[in-house]
């Protein structure tokens, strides 16, 4: 089981980023799949919230975008 978010950082879609949680094991995918829909869109919100702030790190890195000057 895996409850997983993605997102494109540029409007090329050359940087694709996806954030997730994946069960490895018989146990944890038991326990995700228990999960009933309101605790699944919890986690789904958890994990954009972090998909936010790592997106805040990497931005940080990416060439400007084609016509644009650097800051």
């Not at 050359?14 to 944890?28: K, N, P, Q, W």
């Not at 605790?39 to 936010?52: G, M």
Request: net charge negative.
């Amino acid at each position: 089981m895996e409850i997983a978010r993605e997102r494109f950082l540029d409007d090329t879609r050359t940087y694709h980023l996806t954030v997730g949680i994946r069960s490895r094991t018989t146990a944890a995918h038991s326990l995700l799949s228990a999960l009933t829909e309101d605790e699944r869109a919890q986690v789904s919100a958890a994990i954009v919230r972090a998909l936010d702030e790592v997106e805040q790190v990497i931005r940080r890195h990416l060439p400007p975008p084609p016509g644009t000057s650097a800051p």
